[in-house]
Nanobody
Framework: QVQLVESGGGLVQAGGSLRLSCAAS????????MGWYRQRPGKQRELVAA???????NYADSVKGRFTISRANAKNTVYLQMNSLKPEDTAVYYC???????????????WGQGTQVTVSS
């Protein structure tokens, strides 16, 4: 079993910053790609940012230049630094990871429970 636990969400004024963290634990052999999705009110879940095990990153156009994804492999943790936040960034943010488990030796997608980010105008 693998668990992803997010932290760092909250309420912030427009223009402010937040840093989300997501720690993976459990029967982990290796962590491959990790990422952050969000679901805004009344919208479908969308990719915000992703990072490979080698450190290559990918961002949604709406967050480029404002958000930065990073990872600490030794801690099995992925981060999302969010700067210059806008009210339209208000959403539940979900962490995801492709995990190769120890037993059985299979790769699967895992998701966190989500953390609320609210940006006030």
């Amino acid at each position: 079993q693998v668990q992803l636990v997010e932290s760092g969400g909250g309420l912030v004024q427009a223009g402010g910053s937040l840093r989300l963290s997501c720690a993976a634990s459990g029967s982990i052999f290796s962590l491959n790609a990790m990422g952050w999705y969000r679901q805004r009110p009344g919208k479908q879940r969308e990719l915000v940012a992703a990072i490979t095990s080698g450190g290559s990153t990918n961002y949604a156009d709406s967050v480029k230049g404002r958000f930065t994804i990073s990872r600490a492999n030794a801690k099995n943790t992925v981060y999302l630094q969010m700067n210059s936040l806008k009210p339209e960034d208000t959403a539940v943010y979900y962490c995801t990871a492709v995990v190769l488990t120890t037993t059985p030796k299979v790769a699967s997608d895992y998701w966190g429970q989500g953390t609320q980010v609210t940006v006030s105008s």
